[in-house]
Nanobody, 121 residues
């Protein structure tokens, strides 16, 4: 599966953005879909994951209550709605696909190219 992330940009603290990740291929609904992020000088970290049906989600503690992951299998797209953004959310955001709900990046076999989110204070 090929993934294409979009929707990043510059936003003020407290603002919102919605990221999208479009997948190619007919097998999108087989995969759990995750979002990760990587800030300058830091390792890539888990943000959120959603199972194949959309019925189960897991979030990093740092984004819980502010971010929402969702998916539309008919459109082969996964979303990350980000509200109440903070400067520490600034990072390149990546979408990824795995065969099961996982939080470790090593378990994801497919990655998008990333989209930059910058939150100004």
């Amino acid at each position: 599966v090929q993934l294409q992330a979009s929707g990043g940009g510059l936003v003020q603290a407290g603002g919102s953005l919605r990221l999208s990740c479009a997948a190619s291929g007919r097998t999108f609904s087989r995969y759990a879909m995750g979002w990760f992020r990587q800030a300058p000088g830091k390792e890539r970290e888990f943000v959120a994951v959603i199972n194949w049906s959309g019925g189960s989600t897991v979030y990093a503690d740092s984004v819980k209550g502010r971010f929402t992951i969702s998916r539309d299998n008919a459109e082969n797209t996964v979303y990350l709605q980000m509200n109440s953004l903070k400067p520490e959310d600034t990072a390149i955001y990546y979408c990824a696909a795995a065969l099961a709900v996982r939080v470790m990046r090593e378990t994801y076999g497919y990655w998008g190219q990333g989209t930059l989110v910058t939150v100004s204070s």
